[in-house]
Antibody, heavy 121, light 107 residues
Framework: DVQLVESGGDLVQPGRSLRLSCAAS????????MHWVRQAPGKGLEWVAT????????GYVDSVKGRFTISRDNAKNTLYLQMNTLRAEDTALYHC??????????????WGQGTMVTVSS | EIVMTQSPATLSVSPGERATLSCRAS??????LAWYQQKPGQAPRLLIY???TRATGIPARFSGSGSGTEFTLTISSLQSEDFAVYYC?????????FGPGTKVDVK
């Protein structure tokens, strides 16, 4: 099956770190740019980060710059999001998504179901 | 930074009727726009990219139009499964930002 499966979400205290993973299967992972998109409870979609097919280009929303790092391991067909210095406003369901394109953000044509991150003391 | 707005926030439509959703970009994005549908408890689904190209498996009742700063998603005859939230997203640069969404509900 063509799918993305996220994991790693948890309840963490403010200031702590967490690493999310997204396992891809059923397609050529290294042909596609990949993204993390989050959705706070009851809110809309917020793009978080993008990585190109070969990790040569990365982009982040301003609110996570310097705190979050996107990476990928094409040999393991896995996307990661290292989240440091977490804040309450980072609380959300985190989806990974596949891009139609390989090099730069385009349209996101495959989504995972998400993993929940809750930041609270 | 390009800001995306969508109108209306909520659209009440009867089954079988036509629905027209609008999306506006704060500056020109050519045709670098996608539309997504999200139902409660589900991941978003890509409907349209390139402003007017239907994604794989999307029914013909969904159509997109526009360029520059003004875009429209039209659902020609609403089916029960189409009641959902719809988001537009620009990808003209390395900040692929989403609009706030339009909820389509039953009139």
């Amino acid at each position: 099956d063509v799918q993305l499966v996220e994991s790693g979400g948890d309840l963490v205290q403010p200031g702590r770190s967490l690493r999310l993973s997204c396992a891809a299967s059923g397609f050529s992972f290294d042909d596609h740019a990949m993204h993390w998109v989050r959705q706070a409870p009851g809110k809309g979609l917020e793009w978080v980060a993008t990585i190109s097919w070969n990790s040569g280009n990365k982009g982040y929303v301003d609110s996570v710059k310097g705190r979050f790092t996107i990476s990928r391991d094409n040999a393991k067909n896995t996307l990661y999001l290292q989240m440091n210095t977490l804040r309450a406003e980072d609380t959300a369901l985190y989806h990974c998504a596949r891009d139609i394109n390989g090099a730069k953000p385009w349209a996101f044509d495959l989504w995972g179901q998400g993993t929940m991150v809750t930041v609270s003391s | 930074e390009i800001v995306m707005t969508q109108s209306p926030a909520t659209l009440s439509v009867s089954p079988g009727e036509r629905a027209t959703l609008s999306c506006r970009a704060s500056q020109s994005i050519s045709i670098n726009l996608a539309w997504y549908q999200q139902k409660p408890g589900q991941a978003p689904r890509l409907l349209i990219y390139g402003a007017s190209t239907r994604a794989t498996g999307i029914p013909a009742r969904f159509s997109g139009s526009g360029s520059g700063t003004e875009f429209t998603l039209t659902i020609s005859s609403l089916q029960s499964e189409d009641f959902a939230v719809y988001y537009c997203q620009q990808y003209n640069n390395w900040l692929p930002l989403f609009g706030p969404g339009t909820k389509v509900d039953v009139k």
